[in-house]
């Protein structure tokens, strides 16, 4: 087996001038799903880079710099991939952003002030299968549980069961599956499931 040496530091924020190479790597990781509401491609990655939030993200980076990772957060007021019905216009015009709005409606999800909601977590090709995101996992139970969340939530869907497998390792457990119906035409997918991660859980097993 060949041993794993790669180097991996963690912090907040990404800088402006990288929203690019996060807005590519948020397409790789779910062009499926998003291929008819944002494609092509160049109108996505254009779309992506404008609305991509640098302060709500946590960033795995190696020794020199290069981003292997993020883990996206959504809060009331913002989330890591966002934007106005302006900004949709902008990139895909009235009618374009009229339809497209309708359908990336169905993904959005509530957020709950004691909950942290994860909004996409991805990592580079190159940098697979080295830890880089059960360490993203880690450090944000970490975070959230000193800001005192009562949980992390996230939403997965039914064709990635390793991420799923992945999560449920570290903790996270299925708590709701969601069928879209015929929407799975336009998705890509039948069912998405919601996992919790419970930090009330783990302060009454350290109490």
Known sequence: MQKNNTEITLSWRFNPEERQTVADMYWVAFQEKLKIPLGPIQNAITFLTAVCDPNSALVARDTAGNILGVAGIKTAKDGLIGGSFAQL?????????TWRAAMLSVLERPVKPDVLLMDGIFVGAAARG???RTKLLNTLIEHAESHNFAAIRLDVIDKNHGAQRLYERIGFVEVANSDIGPLRHLFVFQKSATLNYSLKNCRSAAN
């Open 89 to 97: 216009r902008d990139v895909y015009g009235t009618w374009g952003a």
């Open 130 to 132: 080295k830890g880089v």
